[in-house]
């Protein structure tokens, strides 16, 4: 019986003295209410956004947005980095093209009532700064852009998904969007050919 007392004490010494080195952002009981409400407000500025969308308004749009934004564009283009001027004159040519452009937050998730807005993160693969937090500052966004092609008539949907890094200004400093730019053309000539 001493003998397995004593395998018991050395091994609850050696396990007790294990250096995890494990370093954990999340804060135990949850977000506090300074982060929730810096979410609450990031999810009014993108409201905004997609406001001044479907009123076509370039300047309260921009408004939303830092000018040194960073914008990852949907269609691929070598992975290039671009800025506040080309989101400027892209999101100008669709209110040039397109009437109507609205979002639908949420819409074309498997699981029909999901959230649309998601921020911070327990887990991820990544370490440091793009690593795992309990920070609400980089916010995913799901849900699905409709519009009518104005010279057509022809309504088209595209799904979404956004990944909006805020500042602390609260306005958008980094933007990386995903959606199937050549499904709304694919959209407009379906509708054409059945004109």
């Known amino acids: 019986m001493k003998k397995i007392f004593s395998v018991l004490t050395l091994a609850s010494f050696i396990l007790s003295s294990c250096n995890t080195n494990v370093e954990t952002k999340v804060e135990i009981g949850g977000p506090s209410s300074e982060d ?4 609450e407000k990031q999810i ?4 905004a956004y997609r ?3 479907n009123e ?10 830092a000018d040194s934004l960073k914008w990852s564009p949907p269609a691929y283009n070598g992975n ?5 001027e ?10 040039d093209q397109f ?10 998730l498997v699981n029909k009532g999901a959230p649309a807005y998601w921020a911070g993160s327990t887990f991820s693969s990544g370490e440091g700064e793009q690593g795992a937090s309990s920070k609400p500052n980089i916010m995913r966004i799901y849900g699905t852009w409709s519009g009518i092609h104005t010279e057509s008539g022809a309504k088209v949907y595209n799904k979404w ?6 500042n602390s200004d609260g306005k958008i400093a980094d933007l990386s969007d995903w959606m199937d730019v050549s499904g709304m053309q694919g959209q407009i000539e379906k509708h054409m050919a059945n004109k």
């Open 44 to 47: 009014e500025t993108f409201s």
């Open 56 to 65: 076509e308004n370039i300047e309260d749009l921009m408004g939303t947005m």
């Open 86 to 95: 080309d989101v400027k004159a892209t999101f100008q040519s669709y209110f």
């Open 80 to 84: 290039e980095i671009l800025g506040y």
């Open 51 to 53: 406001k001044a969308f």
């Open 36 to 39: 929730k409400a810096a979410f």
């Open 161 to 166: 998904y956004g990944v909006l890094n805020f």
């Open 99 to 108: 009437d109507n452009i609205t979002f639908a937050e949420g819409q074309g």
